[in-house]
C-alpha cells in the first residue's frame, strides 16, 4: 500500500526556516517523481516544486523560487522541502505527492503538515 | 501561466441530476489534465487523468471530457458521498496550475 506522510511542519516567524519531511513507503521510490502542493487556509490547491525521480532536476513556481528547496534521499525513501525566507502568505498545508509523469498527474497524497508563518 | 478558468464555483444537486464541471485552459493543453475530489479536512484524491481516464477505484459514475480545451468531469446519478471541493490541473507546462475549484453539495 502506497504511503506518504510528511512531517516538520509547525508555527515560525516571518524570515525563518523550516524543513519539511515526508516518508515514502509501499512503492519504489527512486523509480517516481515527486512533488509539493499547498493549500493556504480556505483556499485551493497551488503546486509548489517537483523533482525528478534522480534527483537531478528541480522546478519551483516563481514565488518560492530562490527560498524553497526541494530534495530527495532515495536510500531512505524520503523527500524534504527546505523552505528560507518564509513570508506570511506561505501559511498553508503541504501535501507531499507521487508524480505520474506517463500523462502527468498525482496519484497519491499525504495527508499534509501545516506550516503557520507568523510573528 | 496557464490560466484554469473553473466553473461553477459552488453546485447544488439531487441525487438524480447528472452534475457538471467544467475547467477551461487559456490555452491548448493536450489532455495533461487531472480532476481531484477533495473532503473536509482530507487530502485530494485522483478521480480522472488524461482529460478521460478513470482512476484505479474510481466509481464509473464519475468521467471526464473534452471540447477545445473545455474540460468536464460529469458525474452520473452523483451519491451523498460525492460531496466535497473538486479541482482540476493542468500539467501541459509549469507551472502547474489548478482551477479554483467546486464545491459541490448534495441534496
Known amino acids: 500500500e502506497v504511503q506518504l506522510v510528511e512531517s516538520g511542519g509547525g508555527l515560525v516567524q516571518p524570515g525563518r526556516s523550516l524543513k519539511l519531511s515526508c516518508a515514502a513507503s509501499g512503492f519504489t521510490f527512486s523509480n517516481y517523481y515527486m512533488a509539493w502542493v499547498r493549500q493556504a487556509p480556505t483556499k485551493g490547491l497551488e503546486w509548489v516544486a517537483s523533482?525528478?525521480?534522480?534527483?537531478?532536476?528541480?522546478y519551483y513556481r516563481d514565488s518560492v523560487k530562490g527560498r524553497f528547496t526541494i530534495s530527495r534521499d532515495n536510500a531512505k525513501s524520503t523527500l524534504y522541502l527546505q523552505m528560507d525566507s518564509l513570508r506570511s502568505e506561505d501559511t498553508a498545508t503541504y501535501y507531499c505527492?507521487?508524480?505520474?509523469?506517463?500523462?502527468?498527474?498525482?496519484?497519491?497524497w499525504g495527508p499534509g503538515t501545516m506550516v503557520t508563518v507568523s510573528s | 501561466d496557464i490560466q484554469m478558468t473553473q466553473s461553477p464555483a459552488s453546485l447544488s444537486a439531487s441525487l438524480e441530476e447528472i452534475v457538471t464541471i467544467t475547467c477551461k485552459a487559456s490555452?491548448?493543453?493536450?489532455?495533461?489534465l487531472s480532476w481531484y475530489q477533495q473532503k473536509p479536512g482530507k487530502s485530494p484524491q485522483l478521480l480522472i487523468y488524461?482529460?478521460?481516464s478513470l482512476a484505479d477505484g474510481v466509481p464509473s459514475r464519475f468521467s471526464g471530457s473534452r471540447s477545445g480545451t473545455q474540460y468536464s468531469l460529469k458525474i452520473s446519478r452523483p451519491q451523498v458521498d460525492d460531496s466535497g471541493i473538486y479541482y482540476c490541473l493542468q500539467s501541459y507546462s509549469t507551472p502547474r496550475t489548478f482551477g479554483g475549484g467546486t464545491k459541490l453539495e448534495l441534496k
Open positions: 488524461d482529460a478521460t
Open positions: 505527492t507521487r508524480d505520474i509523469t506517463t500523462y502527468w498527474y498525482f496519484d497519491f
Open positions: 490555452q491548448g493543453i493536450d489532455d495533461y
Open positions: 523533482i525528478t525521480n534522480s534527483g537531478g532536476s528541480t
